[in-house]
């Protein structure tokens, strides 16, 4: 998608967020990468490996892609912005869409992949490496409770298991019922879990939805949060007619 073309448009149930993942190097090919603000391109470019300069840079404009979906906006009036609640800097802290602000955003990234979300009330998503998984006794003891420490251990795949609450919880933080402080005190109820017809997992927390799943193409745990079940896209969509 270039500067002044029109959004795209995909069915979606009305009130779901809208969750989005996509290869780097797709997100980089589609869209013009003169959409990302002065401070994001410097934020990018103070990244140390080019592979995640890349990623930074996709998972902005994924999110700006995805906004045009629930809005209809141009996607060159969606500017991205950041601001910290406690030191009030405007170089990192919770995202947000000025131009846009009734749309609730949240991004992740990994090398080489990224996941976005939007909605109308608020999201959280994140994406974690297999490949970089740690389930190690630190990690376990800062993200889990006992019984999911347990429950990690005698999983087939610890490491894949670890991955599935701790990307969860990541999203609940950054919904914002939860915080990195108080992750390991919160447990995700197994109970609430049901699979889907692809191969995902369903879950609840309160009122929350939570989905998560692996994605093989990416190599990847990706889960989401929202107010109602998430509506997952990939990125690029294939042009009407083409498979």
Do not use: N
């Not at 149930?13 to 990302?36: H, N, Q």
């Not at 919770?94 to 992949?113: E, K, M, N, Q, T």
Request: with cysteine; aromatic share 4%; net charge neutral.
């Amino acid at each position: 998608m270039t500067l002044g073309s029109p959004p795209p448009v995909l069915r979606r149930p009305d009130g779901a967020p809208f969750i989005v993942t996509a290869r780097a190097e797709d997100v980089l090919r589609t869209l013009d990468a003169r959409l990302l603000t002065a401070v994001e391109r410097r934020r990018c470019a103070a990244l140390r490996h080019q592979a995640d300069r890349d990623a930074r840079a996709a998972a902005h404009l994924l999110v700006r892609w995805a906004a045009t979906q629930l809005t209809g906006r141009p996607i060159e009036t969606l500017d991205l912005v950041q601001r910290c609640p406690d030191c009030g800097a405007a170089d990192h802290g919770r995202p947000s869409l000025p131009g846009a602000p009734a749309v609730h955003i949240s991004l992740a990234y990994i090398r080489g992949a990224v996941v976005a979300g939007v909605g109308r009330h608020p999201v959280g998503v994140d994406i974690e490496a297999v490949r970089s998984a740690d389930a190690g006794a630190a990690a376990l003891s800062f993200a889990l409770t006992g019984a999911e420490v347990c429950r990690v251990r005698s999983a087939p795949d610890p490491a894949r298991m670890f991955l599935r609450l701790w990307t969860r919880k990541e999203c609940l933080v950054k919904v914002g019922v939860l915080t990195l402080d108080t992750a390991s005190q919160v447990e995700l109820d197994p109970a609430t879990e049901q699979p889907t017809a692809e191969g995902r997992t369903l879950s609840r927390h309160g009122p929350l939805h939570l989905l998560d799943w692996f994605d093989e193409a990416l190599d990847a745990v990706v889960a989401a949060a929202g107010s109602a079940s998430p509506f997952l896209a990939s990125f690029p969509v294939p042009e009407p007619g083409r498979p």
